[in-house]
């Protein structure tokens, strides 16, 4: 079975400060991880993605994120935020047969 | 071009209209799909169209009909819609529905759909 669940709903942090969304999986086949953010009435638009070579991918803005087989997780890291980071931010896995959505992590920027 | 385009942006119809939304890509991808997404929700799947032929049906009620003219147009029919219809409508592409390494979904902007 295939499931994606990301672990906080809201996160809040000051700009300048890092940022960390949790994502963990679960997937019968070797999947491909994703993460896409969502601006207020937006698409979404692809930060990053890991297809099985390198575990540490980086993405664009700064964000990047680490396979982590052993722990099933795929969390993605900002050092840095910026205002422009606050949006809607979902976890994806795919494999072979379906591609499955988490529930989506609303990070918040304060000045 | 790596866009993909959907008009229009915003649609406002009654219960007993027929209306529909349009999608286009000219990347050369070659599955396509529907989403809807309601508030504070992640977009939930409703169709996929791989080679312009349709391989998922979420499962849809009839009153969303989907079309794919040629590879790079997929239309959403709508008729008869309830107010629980309401919610963005997000067009997808890529680059085939099958196998990991092609999975990365274009989106498109959306079209916010309000159903009185």
């Known amino acids: 079975a295939q499931s994606v669940t990301q672990l906080d709903s809201h996160v809040s942090v000051s700009e300048g400060t890092p940022v960390l969304l949790r994502c963990n999986y679960s997937s019968s086949y070797s999947p491909s991880l994703f993460w896409y953010v969502q601006h207020p009435n937006k698409g979404l638009q692809l930060l990053l993605k890991?297809?099985?070579?390198?575990?540490l991918v980086k993405g664009i803005n700064g964000f990047e994120a680490e396979f982590k087989k052993s722990e099933t997780s795929f969390h993605l890291t900002k050092p840095s935020a910026h205002m422009s980071d606050a949006a809607e931010y979902f976890c994806?896995?795919?494999?072979?047969?379906?591609?499955?959505f988490g529930a989506g992590t609303r990070l918040f920027v304060k000045a | 071009d790596t866009e993909v385009t959907q008009t229009p942006k915003h649609l406002v119809m009654g219960m007993t209209n027929k209306k529909s939304l349009k999608c286009e890509q000219h990347?050369?991808?070659?599955?396509m799909y529907w989403y809807k997404q309601k508030a504070k929700k992640p977009p939930e799947l409703m169709f996929v169209y791989s080679y312009e032929k349709l391989s998922i049906n979420e499962s849809v009620p009839s009153r969303f009909s989907p079309e794919c003219p040629n590879s790079s147009l997929l239309n959403l029919h709508l008729h008869a819609l309830q107010p629980e219809d309401s919610a963005l409508y997000l067009c997808?592409?890529?680059?085939?529905?099958?196998?990991?390494?092609?999975?990365?979904?274009?989106f498109g902007p959306g079209t916010r759909l309000t159903v009185l």
């Open positions: 990347m050369g991808h070659r599955a």
């Open positions: 890991y297809t099985s070579a390198a575990t």
């Open positions: 994806v896995v795919s494999d072979q047969v379906k591609t499955i």
């Open positions: 997808a592409s890529s680059q085939g529905s099958s196998g990991a390494s092609y999975n990365e979904q274009f």
